[in-house]
């Protein structure tokens, strides 16, 4: 356990950012904190990095006072939403800059300077492009860039703040694997910001899902899909569907079928709303079929997947997933039986005091934070 | 069918034969004509009666102390614009957007008002005049009152080069350099300095083409006295009220090729700074 | 870890953060801000403060009487319609110019783009001396005039002459950037809507360019309005007649009434604050109603 978090406060005028932040960071881990824009994680970063001072909290790191260290003394390493490159200097200066700026008595000999930048060129793969300006990169050169200089100082601490934001989808999917390849291989303790649910959950040993400046989970991306702590979470990594229902006995009931409750353990017995994932919707057209009576309204295609989206009699509008011939022995306007493998309980829209099952439906403000 | 006129940038209209025509002719009336007048004068009686004009101990001493002037009041207003830019553009504190109209402030003010402020402080009847007399010091139709007026003149003028660059070049690489170790001289010196270095060029040019030509403020505060107060365009105007017309054209001469070699120099400036903003948008940057 | 929370809740460690400035990782402002502070205090706080001040020495019908004094009025009066007249021509003249340079291509564009600037580059005293040689009955323009009767130099007409130089840079270059910015597409689809020129320009491009234009004649009238060098070659100084506001400045101080002259110059400050503060708030209100 080498970087300690504990009651982290900051408040950005009366916009409390973070309220009360406590987290234990493993030596080597690879670490994302995830939310939506305006839960924190970003200010969380900056307080990691030193540009953020928190109102009250504290962080050590191996047992040092983080915060009694300025931006310069943390030795961390920090990669920029933009990534910050030193426009008037190549690719090989911005890389050895941190090196180059240590005081004579620890500052590595030229040649091993020299060394360190060739090493670090090779490890992200950017060899050849020493002498360009940062201007001359595309957008993924200069990630790579950002990622080589900030792993020059041998930080203690990797902080990526939105690395990937500013690619387009290919080149993104490609850094991703890359920054995997390279914490493995260096084994920084390494702390990603993002606001992509599929990045973080590719890239992360543990996700740390943060909304309105509070930690609503931490856990490893298979914890989070399988034991979400709260419908917030549910609804964040994932489509979802909503549905009223009984709750009794740790079961969810409704009209036509019986779905076990994953989360909140022990939800309360009476009327609520569940949510589900369209992956764990199935649709079944035999004549005994168990299930809620819903119409096909329309079926989309979705490479290999197809998105059926059905209409229950109540009005609630639902979608399932199906594999491309599984959906094939559907049609829009069929009258087909509706399951859910596996519901989430919505206490929060349950202790609502407009709530009214009937009323709702899909697209509800949760569902639609995603 | 394309309508007409869309592409610019060629004179093919009867219009913009009548545009160009006419902002030319402007143009040469009310800049090109004085410029002109001032060259045929100071070389009317030939390239003797022009030198001779820089023979005089009068214009030398003046050429001399307007150098003197500038050479103080341009350092101290770059080193005022780098202090202003760097605690404007970097950090956020209280009163900033009156600080930033305090600054401006010289920019509407007639230049001799410039120059009586500091005869309301340090002339004889000035707050501070007396005090001076005790104390032997002469301010005001000294070079100390001249210098003070250039500087008043010409505050802003580096500062407003600096600070909307800055701003918009935002701290992230100063931040980037301080999380890498670099401390604040190092971060200075090596990320700020080579970022604004052809704004901070810029800012300097004009600042000291001001100087060097004030005339207004200077005016008021420096007391004509030939060979010791007076800069070069005080040099002029005194030639000129003694008639002496090749004299003053041939001083008016050299300030107006100070001016041409500025105006070249911040045009060149300036497509360098055009270069430099280049850098920064990023083409290949597919927003998703 | 909780029982932590709670024991840091109450003491903040760092208690001057909801102070006038927010923190920051970079150093180093605590030398710039003074420097800057004390700089802003000396060259311009103080001599604000003694012009602010000096004018009430003999009350304020001291100040009244200063102002209101025939010969002041006078000069006022000339120094700021010239200035508003020249600044009125600037914008016409000034927009042309911007016009040409942004949309046309022509031998010389460079030149005539470097030009411009030349009003800000060469010293008030050469333009004054320029200007009163090339309009003096002997000179190359007032030898034209002459004969259809036209008098320029030494007259109120010379001032106002003479600011026409000296504001024209500030309009062309307020206007010329947003020239440059302005959508072409704008443009073309008026054309393609069947717009004819002329119309084209007044209702789609000129109020685009109205806040440029606002700021380049607020620029140009307050600095006419206190322009000295270039005007007083030129102007004739005939108190009561052309005599301008800042020569009265002059002749105020060389008689040692610094009363008199601080009012002068505050009056002065004042119209041209007031002037730039009008702009800025018509500014505000047109870019409210661009934007709803």
């Given at each position: 356990?080498?970087?300690?978090?504990?009651?982290?406060?900051?408040?950005?005028?009366?916009?409390?950012?973070?309220?009360?932040?406590?987290?234990?960071?493993?030596?080597?881990?690879?670490?994302?904190?995830?939310?939506?824009?305006?839960?924190?994680?970003?200010?969380?970063?900056?307080?990691?990095?030193?540009?953020?001072?928190?109102?009250?909290?504290?962080?050590?790191?191996?047992?040092?006072?983080?915060?009694?260290?300025?931006?310069?003394?943390?030795?961390?390493?920090?990669?920029?939403?933009?990534?910050?490159?030193?426009?008037?200097?190549?690719?090989?200066?911005?890389?050895?800059?941190?090196?180059?700026?240590?005081?004579?008595?620890?500052?590595?000999?030229?040649?091993?300077?020299?060394?360190?930048?060739?090493?670090?060129?090779?490890?992200?793969?950017?060899?050849?492009?020493?002498?360009?300006?940062?201007?001359?990169?595309?957008?993924?050169?200069?990630?790579?860039?950002?990622?080589?200089?900030?792993?020059?100082?041998?930080?203690?601490?990797?902080?990526?703040?939105?690395?990937?934001?500013?690619?387009?989808?290919?080149?993104?999917?490609?850094?991703?694997?890359?920054?995997?390849?390279?914490?493995?291989?260096?084994?920084?303790?390494?702390?990603?910001?993002?606001?992509?649910?599929e990045e973080a959950m590719a890239l992360a040993d543990r996700v740390v899902l943060m909304n309105q400046g509070r930690i609503e989970q931490i856990g490893s991306p298979a914890e989070l899909d399988t034991a979400p702590a709260s419908p917030f979470v549910f609804t964040f990594l994932g489509e979802t569907n909503r549905l009223p229902c009984e709750v009794t006995a740790g079961?969810?009931?409704?009209?036509?079928?019986?779905?076990?409750?994953?989360?909140?353990?022990?939800?309360?017995?009476?009327?609520?709303?569940?949510?589900?994932?369209?992956?764990?919707?199935?649709?079944?057209?035999?004549?005994?079929?168990?299930?809620?009576?819903?119409?096909?309204?329309?079926?989309?295609?979705?490479?290999?997947?197809?998105?059926?989206?059905?209409?229950?009699?109540?009005?609630?509008?639902?979608?399932?997933?199906?594999?491309?011939?599984?959906?094939?022995?559907?049609?829009?306007?069929?009258?087909?039986?509706?399951?859910?493998?596996?519901?989430?309980?919505?206490?929060?829209?349950?202790?609502?005091?407009?709530?009214?099952?009937?009323?709702?439906?899909?697209?509800?403000?949760?569902?639609?934070?995603? | 069918?394309?309508?007409?006129?869309?592409?610019?940038?060629?004179?093919?209209?009867?219009?913009?034969?009548?545009?160009?025509?006419?902002?030319?002719?402007?143009?040469a009336l009310i800049i090109g004509a004085p410029l002109a007048t001032v060259v045929v004068e100071a070389f009317g009686k030939g390239l003797d009666a022009f030198l001779a004009a820089f023979r005089e101990p009068d214009a030398l001493a003046s050429i001399r102390l307007t150098l003197l002037v500038a050479a103080i009041a341009v350092p101290l207003n770059a080193a005022f614009?780098?202090a202003a830019a760097w605690s404007i553009a970097r950090f956020e504190f209280r009163g900033k957007a009156a600080l930033l109209t305090l600054i401006d402030l010289p920019l509407s003010m007639s230049p001799v008002v410039a120059g009586l402020v500091w005869v309301l402080l340090f002339g004889a009847r000035g707050w501070f005049g007396p005090l001076l007399e005790v104390a032997?010091?002469?301010?005001?139709?000294?070079?100390?009152?001249?210098?003070?007026?250039?500087?008043?003149?010409?505050?802003?003028?580096?500062?407003?080069?600096?600070?909307?660059?800055?701003?918009?070049?935002?701290?992230?690489?100063?931040?980037?350099?301080?999380?890498?170790?670099?401390?604040?001289?190092?971060?200075?010196?090596?990320?700020?300095?080579?970022?604004?270095?052809?704004?901070?060029?810029?800012?300097?040019?004009?600042?000291?083409?001001?100087?060097?030509?004030?005339?207004?403020?200077?005016?008021?505060?420096?007391?004509?006295?030939?060979?010791?107060?007076?800069?070069?365009?005080?040099?002029?105007?005194?030639?000129?009220?003694?008639?002496?017309?090749?004299?003053?054209?041939?001083?008016?001469?050299?300030?107006?090729?100070?001016?041409?070699?500025?105006?070249?120099?911040?045009?060149?400036?300036?497509?360098?700074?055009?270069?430099?903003?280049?850098?920064?948008?990023?083409?290949?940057?597919?927003?998703? | 870890?909780?029982?932590?929370?709670?024991?840091?809740?109450?003491?903040?460690?760092?208690?001057?953060?909801?102070?006038?400035?927010?923190?920051?990782?970079?150093?180093?402002?605590?030398?710039?801000?003074?420097?800057?502070?004390?700089?802003?205090?000396?060259?311009?706080?103080?001599?604000?403060?003694?012009?602010?001040?000096?004018?009430?020495?003999?009350?304020?019908?001291?100040?009244?009487?200063?102002?209101?004094?025939?010969?002041?009025?006078?000069?006022?009066?000339?120094?700021?319609?010239?200035?508003?007249?020249?600044?009125?021509?600037?914008?016409?003249?000034?927009?042309?110019?911007?016009?040409?340079?942004?949309?046309?291509?022509?031998?010389?564009?460079?030149?005539?783009?470097?030009?411009?600037?030349?009003?800000?580059?060469?010293?008030?005293?050469?333009?004054?001396?320029?200007?009163?040689?090339?309009?003096?009955?002997?000179?190359?323009?007032?030898?034209?005039?002459?004969?259809?009767?036209?008098?320029?130099?030494?007259?109120?007409?010379?001032?106002?002459?003479?600011?026409?130089?000296?504001?024209?840079?500030?309009?062309?270059?307020?206007?010329?950037?947003?020239?440059?910015?302005?959508?072409?597409?704008?443009?073309?689809?008026?054309?393609?809507?069947?717009?004819?020129?002329?119309?084209?320009?007044?209702?789609?491009?000129?109020?685009?360019?109205?806040?440029?234009?606002?700021?380049?004649?607020?620029?140009?009238?307050?600095?006419?309005?206190?322009?000295?060098?270039?005007?007083?070659?030129?102007?004739?100084?005939?108190?009561?007649?052309?005599?301008?506001?800042?020569?009265?400045?002059?002749?105020?101080?060389?008689?040692?009434?610094?009363?008199?002259?601080?009012?002068?110059?505050?009056?002065?400050?004042?119209?041209?604050?007031?002037?730039?503060?009008?702009?800025?708030?018509?500014?505000?209100?047109?870019?409210?109603?661009?934007?709803?």
């Amino acid at each position: 356990m080498t970087l300690t978090i504990d009651g982290v406060y900051k408040q950005f005028g009366r916009f409390p950012a973070l309220t009360g932040i406590s987290l234990d960071v493993r030596d080597g881990e690879f670490i994302s904190l995830l939310g939506p824009s305006g839960s924190g994680k970003t200010t969380l970063l900056r307080v990691l990095a030193g540009l953020d001072r928190p109102d009250h909290g504290c962080v050590f790191l191996n047992g040092v006072d983080f915060l009694a260290l300025s931006a310069r003394e943390r030795r961390i390493g920090l990669v920029f939403q933009q990534y910050a490159l030193f426009r008037h200097m190549t690719v090989a200066r911005n890389i050895a800059f941190g090196l180059e700026v240590r005081p004579r008595a620890t500052r590595p000999s030229r040649a091993a300077i020299q060394a360190r930048v060739s090493e670090l060129l090779a490890l992200t793969q950017i060899e050849g492009l020493g002498d360009r300006y940062p201007a001359q990169l595309s957008g993924g050169q200069r990630q790579r860039v950002a990622v080589a200089r900030a792993l020059a100082v041998e930080p203690q601490l990797l902080l990526l703040d939105e690395p990937f934001g500013a690619l387009d989808a290919k080149v993104r999917k490609e850094l991703r694997g890359e920054l995997r390849r390279i914490h493995d291989a260096t084994g920084v303790t390494t702390i990603l910001v993002t606001h992509d649910q599929e990045e973080a959950m590719a890239l992360a040993d543990r996700v740390v899902l943060m909304n309105q400046g509070r930690i609503e989970q931490i856990g490893s991306p298979a914890e989070l899909d399988t034991a979400p702590a709260s419908p917030f979470v549910f609804t964040f990594l994932g489509e979802t569907n909503r549905l009223p229902c009984e709750v009794t006995a740790g079961a969810a009931r409704f009209e036509g079928f019986v779905a076990p409750v994953i989360s909140p353990a022990g939800a309360a017995d009476g009327r609520a709303t569940a949510l589900f994932r369209p992956e764990d919707t199935r649709l079944d057209a035999g004549p005994h079929a168990e299930g809620l009576p819903v119409r096909i309204v329309e079926i989309r295609g979705r490479g290999s997947l197809r998105l059926v989206e059905c209409q229950a009699l109540s009005g609630h509008r639902l979608v399932a997933e199906l594999s491309e011939a599984a959906a094939g022995a559907f049609e829009a306007g069929q009258r087909v039986r509706l399951t859910a493998r596996r519901v989430v309980i919505d206490t929060v829209a349950a202790a609502r005091p407009d709530w009214n099952p009937e009323a709702g439906g899909r697209g509800a403000p949760a569902a639609a934070a995603h | 069918m394309i309508p007409r006129g869309l592409e610019h940038r060629r004179v093919n209209s009867p219009t913009a034969v009548i545009l160009v025509t006419l902002a030319l002719a402007w143009l040469a009336l009310i800049i090109g004509a004085p410029l002109a007048t001032v060259v045929v004068e100071a070389f009317g009686k030939g390239l003797d009666a022009f030198l001779a004009a820089f023979r005089e101990p009068d214009a030398l001493a003046s050429i001399r102390l307007t150098l003197l002037v500038a050479a103080i009041a341009v350092p101290l207003n770059a080193a005022f614009g780098l202090a202003a830019a760097w605690s404007i553009a970097r950090f956020e504190f209280r009163g900033k957007a009156a600080l930033l109209t305090l600054i401006d402030l010289p920019l509407s003010m007639s230049p001799v008002v410039a120059g009586l402020v500091w005869v309301l402080l340090f002339g004889a009847r000035g707050w501070f005049g007396p005090l001076l007399e005790v104390a032997g010091v002469k301010v005001i139709f000294a070079v100390p009152g001249i210098i003070l007026g250039t500087i008043l003149v010409t505050v802003p003028l580096i500062a407003r080069e600096l600070i909307p660059l800055m701003t918009e070049q935002g701290a992230d690489e100063e931040l980037a350099a301080t999380t890498l170790g670099a401390g604040g001289w190092t971060v200075f010196r090596r990320v700020t300095l080579p970022n604004i270095r052809w704004a901070l060029l810029h800012g300097v040019l004009l600042c000291n083409a001001r100087a060097m030509g004030e005339f207004g403020a200077v005016s008021v505060v420096s007391g004509h006295i030939r060979g010791l107060t007076e800069t070069l365009p005080l040099h002029v105007e005194a030639l000129y009220n003694d008639y002496d017309f090749v004299g003053a054209f041939s001083a008016a001469t050299l300030l107006a090729g100070l001016a041409v070699v500025t105006l070249v120099a911040k045009t060149v400036l300036e497509q360098l700074i055009r270069a430099g903003q280049a850098v920064k948008p990023a083409q290949e940057l597919a927003i998703p | 870890m909780v029982a932590l929370d709670a024991a840091f809740a109450p003491a903040p460690l760092k208690p001057a953060r909801r102070s006038w400035r927010e923190h920051s990782a970079l150093p180093g402002f605590g030398g710039a801000f003074g420097f800057t502070l004390l700089y802003v205090g000396l060259i311009i706080l103080l001599p604000l403060a003694a012009l602010a001040a000096r004018p009430w020495e003999h009350g304020l019908g001291g100040v009244v009487d200063a102002i209101l004094q025939p010969r002041t009025l006078a000069a006022l009066r000339l120094s700021f319609l010239a200035a508003a007249g020249a600044a009125v021509v600037n914008v016409l003249t000034g927009l042309l110019i911007a016009w040409v340079l942004t949309r046309y291509d022509f031998p010389g564009r460079g030149v005539v783009d470097a030009l411009v600037d030349l009003p800000f580059a060469l010293p008030t005293a050469v333009a004054g001396i320029a200007l009163a040689t090339l309009y003096s009955p002997g000179g190359w323009i007032g030898s034209l005039l002459q004969p259809v009767g036209l008098k320029v130099a030494y007259t109120p007409v010379g001032v106002f002459v003479a600011l026409l130089a000296v504001g024209l840079p500030f309009v062309v270059r307020a206007v010329q950037p947003v020239l440059e910015d302005l959508d072409a597409s704008l443009e073309e689809a008026a054309q393609t809507l069947g717009a004819r020129p002329l119309q084209t320009f007044s209702r789609v491009i000129l109020p685009a360019l109205t806040p440029a234009l606002l700021t380049g004649f607020a620029l140009a009238f307050a600095r006419g309005a206190g322009e000295y060098g270039s005007v007083i070659f030129i102007a004739g100084n005939m108190p009561g007649v052309s005599e301008i506001a800042p020569l009265v400045i002059v002749t105020r101080l060389e008689g040692y009434d610094y009363a008199g002259a601080a009012s002068v110059g505050l009056a002065m400050l004042a119209v041209s604050l007031i002037v730039l503060v009008a702009v800025n708030s018509i500014q505000v209100a047109l870019s409210r109603r661009g934007s709803r």
